[in-house]
């Protein structure tokens, strides 16, 4: 048994039109921070004398300093690259940078079965053709290119002091209720953090200024409103008391984030 590692074809041999399938990847950026949430691209090409695609699987997802999210599968197309047509499947994915430094993603990998005309074709008879030949099996080994990707540190100069590491671009609405009560009664806090990055990493800050507060623990919901999951609103809920009938109103709440943009 001779093990050979799978390789990304070269360009030269993708235009001339001998690949009958390959795959690549891409990301829109090559500089990211820690935390931050990029959308990555894998693309399947099949050229158009391929039949049928089946049992596709992925042997390997390296993606060196990276968590690998959600996959989704969008619509196919048709491009022509050199002087063949490929049907080209996407599919995106988030990568989310854990660690800063020189990382790598890639190169992915995958099996997959392929039918191709059979070369035994039943010569210049239609019918043979239309009801016997059914097409060559041939198994294939996809691979991608690796890409190089720069992580860097969040800043650490002019930090807000109750920053817990949220990365992307949010906005907040925070409601109480009631507000006419007792020293003890409870009150509900909901807060909602809607926008773009890791939601599920999302966290309530510590807030100093409720020192006059008893606070318990905080519950949570996200609702995502893409494929991926890195667009939608995590709303929290936090019961707090006024401890002393010197309170008169609910402080200020805040929560900062990193925005990579």
């Not at 795959?23 to 090559?30: A, C, T, V, Y």
């Not at 990029?38 to 990276?66: H, M, W």
Request: charged share 15%.
């Amino acid at each position: 048994l001779t093990l050979l590692k799978a390789d990304a074809p070269s360009v030269a041999a993708v235009n001339s039109g001998s690949e009958s399938a390959f795959m690549n990847i891409s990301l829109p950026e090559k500089k990211v921070y820690v935390g931050q949430v990029l959308t990555a691209q894998l693309k399947i090409y099949l050229r158009d004398d391929v039949q049928n695609f089946a049992n596709f699987n992925f042997t390997g997802t390296p993606a060196s300093g990276f968590s690998v999210g959600k996959m989704n599968q969008g619509r196919n197309q048709r491009v022509q690259i050199g002087n063949r047509v490929y049907t080209v499947v996407p599919l995106t994915f988030t990568l989310t940078a854990v660690q800063s430094g020189e990382l790598t993603v890639g190169p992915f990998t995958a099996g997959a079965i392929i039918v191709l005309p059979s070369a035994n074709g039943g010569g210049g008879d239609p019918f043979f053709r239309q009801f016997f030949n059914q097409g060559e099996q041939k198994p294939v080994t996809l691979a991608t290119e690796t890409l190089d990707v720069q992580s860097l540190p969040l800043p650490d100069q002019n930090v807000p002091v109750n920053f817990n590491g949220a990365v992307g671009e949010y906005s907040m609405t925070v409601t109480a209720g009631p507000t006419n009560v007792a020293v003890g009664d409870p009150i509900t806090v909901r807060v909602k953090i809607s926008g773009r990055g890791a939601l599920d990493a999302v966290n309530l800050p510590d807030q100093p200024a409720w020192h006059d507060f008893k606070t318990y623990p905080s519950t949570s919901k996200l609702e995502t409103t893409d494929q991926l999951g890195v667009e939608g609103t995590k709303t929290f809920e936090q019961i707090v008391t006024p401890e002393n009938p010197g309170v008169h109103e609910l402080p200020a709440f805040s929560f900062s984030y990193f925005n990579p943009d």
